[in-house]
C-alpha cells in the first residue's frame, strides 16, 4: 500500500506507482472516465512549484518508469524512460565519457521526466544550453491514455511537429512524459573555475562592458552576492563572480591567464582559481542554490542579461536582503527570502522586484514559499500577454483537466 501524498497543503492524495507506459495509459484512461485529476511526481524536489492543486485525483509516481531503453554510445544519443535519476543518467553516460551538460538541482533525487517539465536549468545554462536543446525524442501519455512520439533518436531527426520544445516547461499540464531521447557531448578533459570578490559598483562594468567582450568562450558565468556566496562557501563580503572553462588542458589555460587580463586591475590579485572536482562541486552548489532554503519563499527572475546588476542593486536595497544567485550571462535570478517575513510583506517584496525585471522585458515567479502565501503572492509573476495562448493550448490538449489542474499560470 503506498502512503497518500499532499501536495502545497492539498491532501491528502493516493499515489499510484505504474511500472510501464501501459499501465500509465490505464492510469489515464481511468482517471479521465471518473473525471479525476493526475498528479505526475518524480523525485520530489519542485514539488512546492506552481499554484495548489485544484482538483480531487491521484499522485503518479513515475519513478517506476527508470529504464535505458537504448544508448547506441557512439551516435552520442541515449533513449530513457523518465522517472530515471539525473544523477543515474549522468554515471551511465560517465562510463562512455560522456555527459548531459545540464545543472539540475538535486540530481540525485531529481528524475529527468521532472526536469524537463519544469525546464530546470544552472550555471552551465551559458555554455551549453538547456534541456530544451538536447530533447531530441519524445514519447507523452495523452489525456486518452494514448502514447504519442514527436522527434526520433538520431539528432538530424526533423520530421513532424516539435513536441519536445511543447511539452518541456509545460509542467505537466499537457500529458506525462514517459521516455525521452537526447542528444548528449563529450565530458570535457578539464574543469576549471575563476572565482573573484567584486565590490557592488564594479558588478555592472564586469557584467555589461568587460565580460561581454572577452576572448574566452566560458560555459558558466553566475554571481553570487554576500549572503549567497556564505552559503555557497565563498567568505566576502561583496559579491562572488564565478566563471567556468570546460574544456582540453591547454584551452583552459589559455582562458584563465586571458580572463585575468581582461578583468579590472586588482581581480586577478584576489582571484582563486579550481580544477577538477572542486570546480564541479562549486557548480553543483549554484545549481542546487534555488532548492538550498526550507522555510521561507524562494523566487526565479527572468531578465535581460544587461539588467542583472540593476536587479541586484535593487534587491540588496531590501530589508531583508535576499541571498542572490544570478547565471549572470542569461539574466536568471535565484532568491531566497526568509520565512518569518509574512505573505504581505512578501507579496510586497515581489511587487518592487517584478517592476525592475520589467524595466529589462523580465518577470518573477515563485519557486517555493508557504502554502498558505500563495493565496496572497504573485506566484507566476505579472501577466503577460501570452498566457491567452497557453491557456488555448491547455484547451485543446487537455480539455478535462486530467494533467495537474491548477498548478500553472492562470492556475489552468
Not at 520589467?358 to 515567479?365: C, L
Not at 500577454?385 to 488555448?392: E, G, M, S, T, Y
Request: aromatic content about 6%; proline content about 8%; overall charge positive.
Amino acid at each position: 500500500m503506498n502512503p497518500p501524498l499532499s501536495i502545497d497543503g492539498f491532501g491528502p492524495l493516493t499515489v499510484a506507482r505504474p511500472q510501464s507506459v501501459a499501465e500509465l495509459g490505464d492510469l489515464v484512461r481511468k482517471a479521465a472516465a471518473h473525471g479525476t485529476a493526475l498528479y505526475p511526481v518524480g523525485g520530489g524536489t519542485m514539488l512546492d512549484y506552481g499554484l495548489p492543486p485544484t482538483k480531487p485525483g491521484t499522485a503518479v509516481d513515475l519513478r517506476g518508469l527508470d529504464r535505458v531503453v537504448d544508448y547506441p554510445a557512439r551516435d552520442m544519443t541515449i533513449t530513457v524512460q523518465a522517472g530515471i535519476t539525473i544523477g543515474r543518467l549522468q554515471d551511465t553516460l560517465k562510463a562512455e565519457g560522456q555527459q548531459l551538460p545540464v545543472d539540475v538541482p538535486f540530481p540525485d533525487r531529481a528524475t529527468l521526466g521532472g526536469a524537463v517539465a519544469t525546464n530546470a536549468s544552472g550555471p552551465r545554462r551559458f555554455g551549453h544550453g538547456t534541456l530544451r536543446d538536447y530533447v531530441i525524442g519524445i514519447t507523452v501519455v495523452n489525456d486518452e491514455g494514448k502514447e504519442i512520439r514527436g522527434g526520433g533518436r538520431v539528432v538530424k531527426n526533423v520530421a513532424g511537429y516539435d513536441l519536445m520544445k511543447l511539452y518541456t516547461g509545460s509542467l505537466g499540464t499537457l500529458g506525462i512524459i514517459a521516455q525521452l531521447t537526447l542528444k548528449v557531448k563529450p565530458l570535457p578533459e578539464v574543469v576549471a573555475a575563476v572565482v573573484a570578490p567584486c565590490k557592488p559598483e564594479a558588478l555592472e562594468e564586469v557584467l555589461n562592458r568587460v565580460l561581454p567582450k572577452t576572448a574566452t568562450r566560458p560555459t558558466v558565468l553566475s554571481v553570487a552576492n554576500g549572503p549567497a556566496a556564505a552559503q555557497l562557501g565563498q567568505e566576502t563580503p561583496a559579491y562572488s563572480l564565478v566563471v567556468g572553462f570546460e574544456e582540453k588542458a591547454a584551452t583552459v589555460d589559455w582562458q584563465v591567464t586571458t580572463l585575468a587580463k581582461e578583468l579590472p586591475e586588482g581581480f586577478a590579485r584576489s582571484s582563486s582559481e579550481f580544477r577538477g572536482d572542486v570546480a564541479g562541486g562549486l557548480f553543483r552548489r549554484l545549481g542546487d542554490f534555488p532548492l538550498t532554503s526550507p522555510r521561507g519563499l524562494t523566487f526565479k527572475a527572468n531578465l535581460l542579461p544587461a539588467g542583472t546588476a540593476a536587479f541586484f542593486r535593487r534587491a540588496d536595497g531590501l530589508d531583508p536582503r535576499p541571498a542572490l544567485v544570478a547565471h549572470a550571462g542569461n539574466g536568471i535570478v535565484f532568491g531566497h527570502l526568509p520565512g518569518d517575513l509574512g505573505a504581505e510583506r512578501a507579496k510586497e517584496i515581489l511587487g518592487g522586484l517584478g517592476r525592475t525585471a520589467a524595466e529589462w522585458a523580465g518577470n518573477v515567479v515563485v519557486i517555493r514559499c508557504p502554502p498558505e502565501w500563495k493565496a496572497v503572492v504573485p506566484v507566476w509573476g505579472r501577466p503577460t500577454p501570452d498566457r491567452a495562448l497557453v491557456r488555448a493550448v491547455k484547451d485543446k490538449m487537455d480539455p478535462g483537466r486530467v494533467f495537474n489542474p491548477g498548478r500553472f499560470v492562470d492556475g489552468i
